[in-house]
T-cell receptor
Framework: QQQVKQSPQSLIVQKGGISIINCAYE??????FPWYQQFPGKGPALLIA?????SEKKEGRFTISFNKSAKQFSLHIMDSQPGDSATYFC?????????????FGKGTHLIIQP | EAQVTQNPRYLITVTGKKLTVTCSQN?????MSWYRQDPGLGLRQIYY???????DKGDVPEGYKVSRKEKRNFPLILESPSPNQTSLYFC????????????????FGPGTRLTVL
């Protein structure tokens, strides 16, 4: 059972455009929603995260939008740059979760064309 | 430098030949995990450990073993590798969740690309 569904699987955006990646979750007990960024040849690294008590979180060009009633959240990358080309994973967790507590989406391969 | 290290980074082996992928972290994390990453399937957890001598199965444990004899090390063992275990493997570590650290931010190693012929 896939608890976090991520789309699209791949995405091509022109430099300067907005990249949008969407995720939906099923378990209403989730209360922490991070995004991980992975460059080729590297392990994933935490990019930005949100808790459901806010509807939006912004860090530089990266914004998470969260819709609790729809059980959806999305990553927006404004003014996308070639250096943003990477694979992005959404995830969900419960507070107090153990080492098995982080559930990942399947990933989105993002390419920013110059 | 705080990091998770894995060795080897690349490995080509043959079916049935036992192998071990090592993982070590220097952040004094209690939690450690192994994931495999396959195209279109994302990251799937193989095994995890919440402390020394405490390990448990993740989502795809078949064909793998782990041990946690020391806090910093968490080796992944393939007793009899098969071609369907060809994959990119990641070790990760994190602090346990608590009132001060309520959420599980995982720190990943650089990955081990395994090919089983």
């Amino acid at each position: 059972q896939q608890q976090v569904k991520q789309s699209p699987q791949s995405l091509i955006v022109q430099k300067g455009g907005i990249s949008i990646i969407n995720c939906a979750y099923e378990n209403t007990a989730f209360d922490y929603f991070p995004w991980y960024q992975q460059f080729p040849g590297k392990g994933p690294a935490l990019l930005i995260a949100i808790r459901p008590d806010v509807s939006e979180k912004k860090e530089g060009r990266f914004t998470i939008s969260f819709n609790k009633s729809a059980k959806q959240f999305s990553l927006h990358i404004m003014d996308s740059q070639p250096g943003d080309s990477a694979t992005y994973f959404c995830a969900a967790s419960k507070s107090g979760g153990g080492a098995d507590g982080l559930t990942f989406g399947k990933g989105t391969h993002l390419i920013i064309q110059p | 430098e705080a990091q998770v290290t894995q060795n080897p980074r690349y490995l080509i082996t043959v079916t049935g030949k036992k192998l071990t992928v090592t993982c070590s972290q220097n952040m004094n994390h209690e939690y450690m995990s192994w994931y495999r990453q396959d195209p279109g399937l994302g990251l799937r957890q193989i095994y995890y450990s919440m402390n020394v001598e405490v390990t448990d199965k993740g989502d795809v444990p078949e064909g793998y073993k782990v041990s946690r004899k020391e806090k910093r090390n968490f080796p992944l063992i393939l007793e009899s590798p098969s071609p369907n275990q060809t994959s990119l493997y990641f070790c990760a570590s994190s602090f346990p969740t608590s009132g001060r650290v309520p959420y599980n931010e995982q720190f990943f190693g650089p990955g081990t690309r395994l090919t089983v012929l």
